[in-house]
């Protein structure tokens, strides 16, 4: 086995680490990455993020012409569903990424290894697979991402019953799936295989979808949901999925049992760190599985740092790739920060969810005193010409600084939206200064303006 020298080592080329390892290189740092898989861009670009909006994409065109044109005088003949040209897009477009990515590690010289890679003590990290290479660096992060999780009593079989990667990939569209978990990733996987016309009923053990969600706005996505024709089982445990026949059956404590011809598996996701060594350098990972780190992500092994799904936190791209880049410019420069109380969430289901910020219960527990200001889509006028009234944009304020404390929206292109909310959140800004600002006319962001008057009592078209 041969070795190498590098002065930083990136485990894992998902969007916490790849772009950790980019930025080490603009900085000057000798700078590999070791990845098990052949792609790089991790469970993001190869199995979540890009898959699942791809397919949230075409799906929607889909829904779309099937009578969704209707309003806007436009009449389609018959249209027919090619899910294998859509599945092909998808791989196309996680291909092309994955490639660029490659192409950027190239361009800014970061050395790529690919195999399984186990720390072997402090400053060694030994890779096998593809390269079998002992590696020999002064700093290393630990950016191993998450899998997903599962629930005792659920055979997954990684077809019928299966995880989110099963679902990016059906090959027919089921007639009935079955859901367990109400969050993003069960909610927009189970709205594309909807929209291309499955029964979908999603299956969660709390008494609301969207755990952690504004209640308000979580609320209002489930009866929007509830239209499209997912059914919803609140409050409902499951104790058993298995196969039967062709199809599954999901066993619920208390309630009938479901049959499905798939199950999808969404209960969340955990932290990765399986046969990475870690025991070798003395850190222990806390009771969820994840990595403590302090600010700067150093775990309590000098030299060893860790970012991304596999600490605390969301489990999100942005917030990986955030922590990536503030810990390689800790390192390189002494200086790096991420800003965790920014952080937004969307969910791209049609309408988009989108939030950043404490929610009204969270103020509530915190006993926190807070205005709020709710501007209803259906009375902005861009969004009555898209004919997507569905929604709000809703803003909670310090009662006395004013200052905005949590920002939450349901409605088209809240994806897009939440970006205005997280930078003058970044910046401190109060609801008077996202109210002050010009918003142009027609557009979607105006919502956001009348909310932030609406924290005074004054917006305008409401
Ligand atoms: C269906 C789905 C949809 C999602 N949609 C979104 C979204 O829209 N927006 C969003 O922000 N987030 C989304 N996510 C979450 C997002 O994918 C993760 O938060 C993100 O990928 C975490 O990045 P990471 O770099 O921490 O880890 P990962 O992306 O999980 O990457 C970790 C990498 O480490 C590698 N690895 C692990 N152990 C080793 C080892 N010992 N040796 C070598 N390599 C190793 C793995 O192969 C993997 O490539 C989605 C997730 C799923 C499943």
Not at 16 to 41: S, W
Not at 202 to 212: M, S
Not at 384 to 412: C, F, N, Q, W, Y
């Amino acid at each position: 086995m041969s070795e190498k020298q590098h002065d930083l080592v990136v485990i894992g080329a998902g969007p916490g680490g790849y772009v950790a390892a980019i930025r080490a290189a603009q900085l000057g740092l000798d700078t590999a990455c070791i990845d098990k898989e052949p792609r790089l861009g991790g469970t993001c670009l190869r199995v979540g993020c890009i898959p699942s909006k791809a397919l949230l994409q075409s799906s929607e065109k889909y829904h779309e012409v099937h009578g969704g044109l209707d309003a806007h005088g436009i009449k389609t003949g018959e249209v027919g569903l090619d899910l294998e040209a859509m599945l092909a897009r998808k791989t196309k477009i996680v291909h092309d990424l994955t490639d660029g990515i490659a192409g950027l590690f190239k361009k800014n010289k970061v050395t790529r290894y690919e195999g399984s890679a186990r720390i072997t003590g402090p400053g060694t990290v030994v890779v096998e697979g593809a390269d079998n290479v002992t590696i020999k660096a002064k700093h290393i992060i630990v950016a191993t991402g998450s899998v997903p999780a599962s629930l005792p009593g659920v055979e997954m079989d990684d077809d019928v019953i299966g995880d989110s990667t099963t679902a990016l990939s059906y090959p027919t569209v089921p007639e009935h799936l079955v859901v367990i978990g109400a969050g993003y990733i069960g909610l927009e996987l189970g709205s594309v295989w909807r929209r291309l016309g499955a029964q979908v009923t999603v299956v969660e053990y709390l008494d609301r979808i969207l755990p952690g969600t504004d209640a308000e706005i979580a609320r209002e996505a489930q009866k929007l949901f509830k239209r499209q024709g997912i059914k919803f089982v609140l409050k409902a445990r499951v104790t058993a999925a298995r196969r039967d026949g062709d199809g599954a059956v999901v066993e619920i404590e208390g309630k009938d049992p479901l049959k499905a011809d798939r199950v999808l598996m969404a209960v969340g996701r955990k932290p990765f760190t399986d046969g990475l060594g870690l025991d070798t350098v003395g850190v222990a990972a806390d009771e969820r599985g994840r990595i403590p780190v302090n600010d700067h992500f150093m775990t309590s092994a000098e030299g060893i740092y860790a970012i991304g799904d596999v600490i605390a936190g969301p489990m999100l791209a942005h917030k990986a790739e955030e922590e990536g880049v503030a810990c390689v410019e800790h390192i390189a420069t002494g200086w790096g920060h991420v800003d965790h109380a920014t952080i937004p969430g969307v969910c791209y289901t049609d309408p988009e969810i989108a939030t950043v910020g404490l929610t009204e219960e969270q103020l509530k527990e915190a006993g926190t005193p807070y205005r709020k200001g709710v501007f209803f889509f259906r009375a902005n006028s861009r969004a009555r010409a898209m004919d997507k009234i569905d929604g709000r944009v809703k803003i909670l304020a310090h009662e006395e600084t004013d200052r905005v404390l949590g920002v939450h929206m349901i409605g088209a292109d809240s994806g897009h939206l939440i970006g205005e909310a997280v930078a003058a959140m970044a910046f401190g800004a109060s609801s008077e200064d996202i109210a002050r600002v010009c918003h142009a006319h027609p557009t979607l962001s105006e919502a956001v303006k009348e909310a932030a008057l609406a924290v005074d009592g004054r917006a305008i078209h409401a």
